[in-house]
């Protein structure tokens, strides 16, 4: 195939996107959506977040050190849309409906329309030129009842139905192409 450069300042990297909840000053919660989010694994379970310039999400996880990811799926999109889109230095977020309970290994708001949901404590926080990495530890993970008796070693994700970012959109997953190691299936 042959292949052309573009500028790094087009980072296209498709990936879910998660709400984060923190508790404001005054003891309301609030929330915005991050996709700056992936996974880490060192003895424990971590959560890697990128928050960049100035917002309401930041100052209070630099304040408490904690904050919740609540996963979007399609039907909290448009929810988090309104978060995302919402400046929560700018006035309470309350134009929308919605319900929360306080986390139980955590004090961080959690979504109740969200079926997958983490608690998560700092552990290690990086200034960067501007923007802020945040290393946090899963404390808990809230899910859907209806998710108990999933497979963890097998989760459906077109049972989930993750949504996915892709500058400027969301779109959907499409059909499992297939389980890992089965590469000789496909390629032989
Ligand atoms: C789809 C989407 C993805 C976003 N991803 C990020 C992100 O990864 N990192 C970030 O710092 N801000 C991100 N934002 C911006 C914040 O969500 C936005 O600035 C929000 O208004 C901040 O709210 P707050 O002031 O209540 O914290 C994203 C916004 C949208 C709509």
Same mark, same amino acid.
């Given at each position: 195939? =042959?292949k052309?450069?573009?500028?790094p300042?087009?980072v ?11 508790k =404001?000053e005054d003891?309301?919660?609030n929330f915005?959506i991050?996709?700056w ?6 003895k424990?379970?971590?959560l890697?977040?990128?928050v960049g310039?100035?917002?309401?999400? &930041?100052t209070n996880i630099?304040r408490n050190?904690k904050?919740s990811a609540?996963?979007?799926t399609?039907?909290?999109?448009w ?5 995302g889109n919402k400046?929560?230095?700018?006035g309470a977020?309350t134009?929308?409906a919605?319900?929360?309970q ?5 004090d961080v708001?959690i979504i109740?329309?969200?079926?997958w949901s983490?608690?998560?404590?700092v552990? &290690?926080?990086?200034?960067l030129?501007g923007a802020h ?9 809230w899910i859907?009842e209806n998710y108990? =008796?999933?497979?963890?070693? =097998? ?8 949504a996915i ?5 969301y779109?959907s997953?499409?059909e499992k192409?297939?389980?890992m190691?089965?590469?000789?299936k496909?390629?032989?």
């Open positions: 195939m =042959n052309v450069s573009i500028l300042d087009w296209f990297s498709p990936q879910p996107m998660y709400i984060i909840g923190t =404001n003891g309301t919660p915005c991050i996709t989010l992936g996974f880490s694994f060192d424990l379970p971590h890697m977040m990128t310039g100035t917002k309401l999400t &930041k630099l050190n904050f609540n996963m979007i399609e039907d909290t999109l929810l988090a849309d309104y978060f400046s929560g230095e700018k977020k134009e929308v919605y319900t929360y306080w986390g139980k290994f955590v708001p109740d329309e969200c079926h983490y608690e998560c404590e552990t &290690k926080t990086m200034e030129d990495l945040f290393l946090a530890r899963i404390k808990n993970i859907d108990k =008796n999933m497979d963890m070693k =097998n989760i459906d994700l077109t049972k989930i139905k993750p970012y892709a500058p400027y959109g779109f997953i499409g192409l297939g389980a190691g089965e590469w000789k496909h390629m032989l």
